[in-house]
């Protein structure tokens, strides 16, 4: 936490609502997401106990229940109707472009984080593999809505793919509780969005309250309400009482996710009133990308999946996962002077005012030759004590580098341009006095070492040998 | 809510519950054990839809009140009320506070075992590893030239030094600053249960400012008067207060910034003593 | 032993007593420095009822049908004269488990050779009994028993002798004892989810530890408990047993260090008013208007326990209550540890905003090193919303 940040909880607190960190959306907004909300039942992540799941706000979402989830022929019915519909939207995402990438990709919205990895990570990985034999077979529209899910399971920082609401609301706004409790969505939304008449920390209280976002259900209204529900289910004989026990136990579901639903929508809407951040559109591109290759490899049957990687393979996916952190942050600092801001309050970046340009400056560099140069002197805003060497970049054009010359008393900074403003059709980059600037350090990935950002994800590769995989 | 709803429900589900039992009746009669067996159930499964529509149906208090704020410990209620007044205050006006703004009663009589209590708490922090003090402490307010605690009043430790030294002119000061800052939560809670009792304390203060009508307790006419009056005074109060602080600062140890000087005479009963 | 009751008993006055569970011990280091929670784990206060009483709303922490799927993957395992557990044993740990002869020292095991015994002598008899067994097991290896389920043991906190409930199995062979702990969350492609995983370490870490002190107690050499314990999990989403040994030598070291560090809860009690107690819980079916009155007893004493409230309070049953408090004060604690940290000691929100916009004289020189830090912050984002890139 930065001294940024920290001053934003602060104010949070005092002011009794969320702060916004950010000045722009850092999210991509599908046209047509699909959200998803369910439980499991508790301590038995594979047993699913109800999903519910919609692409609008006004209509009623689909719901299925199973209601004896540790019965694994009603566990694929279920798991069916459900794949059925998931594969149905999935197939508006297939048509193609003349240069043979999808038009659009899908966009999954879930309540949290746990949810994805429940949904992608557990069920996916353990549907993908079943098997149309054997006894109690699975229809195959389950292993085949299995290696979507598995898909969706293994996605990059940056990726828009699928949106764990806390996770995209808690990038955005900055509240005043613990960042554990900003993992309850409705006491997050409670912060960022009280209704009329009541603070953040009151809405908070009361979103506590409600009936939890999943995938774990109420313990509370567990051993009250299911347990006494399943029961009758065991009870029913013929039908007629089990249609009767269905619908009961499925209006009860729909009261429970309600929430988790419509909290969903509304944080759909609270990022889309910030405007868009200028990378979101190349980062969605790359997740088109990511489907189109994906549905590739289903149409040629070659998307196999890997359960546990190598250690080589585990140790390049976690530098990935740095290296794409970092980049995430690199443009997000670029598209947001807020975001940007939390580098200058850590004294990583240079805020401050152009007093003096030379753009002819001519310097002899180490082999002796004369380079062009040009300097700028910096007043800072806020005391800046980089030494001399360190290499910055010009926020508003990362393709400009400068590093900076040994201070003098003066407390004036220089800097000189070493890159990107060193010519006559590029000097023009260079900023002129009484600009304000800002310095980072981050700058373009051609001067960094390049990462293998074209790697096939270890997830979704071949496999040399026979998979033994049990039908769960 | 759904009540409209759950309403509907409960009638289809109670009519459906007549047929079923009279369905019951006749099966039961006419010896078809299958028949009456397979009503049988279906009546219990109604029977439990109903209980739950009943008990969904019947009004659960809405908790937009923690149960921790139903009743807080006097504590924590005299750091809520010194919170809101922002000044070192009487036990008098916390207690009048607390009745106003939150309708519940302070037992000042433990007031002042309160005060010691709190002393003690921080000594006996200190010595734990780590130093482990609490976020606040309610502290005695201290005289400003020999920073002994003044009787009566009291304020909190996290308020900056300046604030809870008092100067010839700061009784007064406090008092038209907690006037203006009652008066603006009066405004505040316009429309609710406090709003009443909040303008009745808040005309009770009033009425001793200059230019406030007797009986005139509106809120801004009483915020005006105060800040008027303030404006006179309030000045040399700041100025006098902060130097205290520096020589605070400069002069006493931690214990002593908080809890002021001990009188260490036996007999403190002497006419005139100070505290 | 003297009848007059000691500063925690009175402190507890008829407030239900629970023993401690190695989830409760760990979960108290984890919100080190806490006197409330210290003062209330040293007197073995029943922290769920507790938690229940103040907040007004009797919770199940558990959901009925997780602790059903623990129970029978826990009978699974021990089914058969513990097979499953004796051949994960030879395999994980190469340990050769002959015939188990197991005694159980539950309470309602002993209800019945011991009719009348309850509450506190219950927990008495247990330990006494778990030492008993304990000596027999190492003195005659071949004749003993070498299984002991529900064992009984004690452990220093703050300052008191605690009872510990052993969830643990230990088992006695060769001279030496091994734990093994079952859990029913799943491990998954060879991994277990990391946030159970070290939870289970840090519980299974305080079980040994004293269970090592009861080593130096029958005066035998505390590395007679093997630090290399098994944890029994189900394979992927199935019930098949499969099992993880993990050294916990490292965390019972640290538990010693933590422990020790662990303020003594007399001196707690020493500072608080004299008198302060906890209430009676109210019988089953009592009123709202008993409730309440108990709840509000409950919390006026707890007022007088200074907290220290943290990110690590979310386990803990009072965590409603103190985080509630602590926004009543306005704390920097209450925004979590990374927050009151950068504060450092300017505990109250107005005050280090105040200290950030200038608004406030820092007074000392730890208050204007933070006053700087969040002052920059504070310009930094002036100069963002003031339109620069």
Known sequence: MNALQTHQALLAAAERRAIAKTTRRHVHLSPRPLILVGYHLAGDPGAPLALMWGTSPGEEPHCIVVPE???????????????????????EFEGRDEAGMCLDAPQLVVPNAATAEWLCGIVGRFTRNLRADGDAPAPPSVPMAGKHLSFFADLMPGSSLVLAATDA?????????????????????????????????????????????????????????????????????????EFAVRREIEGEIREQLAPAWADCWRALDRLDSLPAAEHVISRWQSDRRNWTDHCDRIAEDRAYFRNIPTPLQAAMRLKILEDRTEHLQREMAWDDPLVMAAAVASGEALAGRVVAAEPERRTRNANGRTVRRPLITIEPTLEFSRPAGTTLFLSTNPGV???????????????????????????????????????????????????????????????????????? | MASMESAQELIEVVTALRSANDALIKATTSGDVVEATRLLQDVAVLERRRNRLVHKSSPEIARTTSSYESSIPLRDQVIQALQLTGRPSSARLVSDVTKSRWAERVDTAKLSSLRRDEARSWRRSQELPGRQARDVYVVPALTYDRFTPVRGTIALSTWPTSLRLIAPLSPRVDMLHSTVALAEEASAVAGTNYESPMMRLVARLGATIPGVKPFGGEPHAVIEAARAELREIEETDELERSEAAERAHAQLDAEVLLFGTQIRTVTSRVAGGSG | MTNAPGPLESFRGEFPRQPLNARRVAGALEAPGCQRRTALDAAAVNLDKLGSLISGTPTDRQSPFALTRGNQFEQQVVANGMAEIVSLARRHLNLEIPEVRQHDLSASALQEAYPGVTGTKMNELRARLTRQRAEEMLADPAHAYNLIRHAMTRLDFGGETVYLEQDVLAFAIGGRIHVVEIKSYPRIDGRADPTKASATVRQTAVYALSL??????????????????????????????????????????????????????????????????????????????????????????????????????VSCPLFHHCRDEAELHRSTARLGSAVAGACGNVTDIAAAIDLAEGRREPADASEAAVAATLARGAAAARLAAGGLA
């Open chain 1, 69 to 91: 989830p540790r019965n694994r022929g009603l566990r694929f019915e279920a798991l069916a109707e459900f794949a059925a519909e998931f594969l149905a939207y999935l197939s």
């Open chain 1, 169 to 241: 609301l808690t990038t955005h706004w900055q509240t005043g509780q613990l960042p554990s409790e900003d993992l309850n969505l409705a006491a997050l939304l409670g912060w960022i969005d009280p209704p009329t008449g009541t603070d953040g920390p009151q809405a908070a209280r009361a979103g506590e309250a409600s009936p939890p976002a999943g995938p774990d259900s109420d313990p509370n209204w567990d051993a009250k309400t299911l347990a006494e529900l399943i029961k009758e289910w065991h009870g029913a004989d013929g039908d007629a009482s």
């Open chain 1, 401 to 472: 580098m400068l590093e900076m010359l040994p201070s003098d008393p003066s407390g004036l900074i220089r800097a000189e341009a070493c890159k990107g403003a060193n010519q006559n059709n590029t000097i023009g980059f260079l900023p002129n006095p009484g600009d304000e600037v800002v310095l980072s350090p981050y700058g373009k990935p051609e001067f960094y070492k390049r990462s293998k950002l074209e790697v096939i994800p270890w997830t979704h590769q071949q496999i040399l040998e026979d998979e033994s995989e049990e039908s769960q």
């Open chain 3, 212 to 313: 090592q002190q009861l080593m130096l107690e029958i005066g035998a050499q505390p590395d007679v408990v093997n630090t290399t314990t098994m944890i029994v999990l189900p394979e992927n989403l199935s019930f098949r047993p499969t099992a993880v040994t993990i050294d916990i030598d490292m965390y019972v070291r640290r538990l010693r260090r933590q422990l020790a560090s662990v303020p003594r809860a007399a001196e707690i009690l020493d500072a608080i008013p004299a008198g302060t107690r906890l209430p009676a819980h109210p019988p089953n079916g009592a009123g709202a208007d008993e409730l309440a009155a108990a709840g509000t007893a409950a919390r006026e004493a707890l007022a007088a326990l200074p907290p220290r409230f943290t990110d690590g309070c």
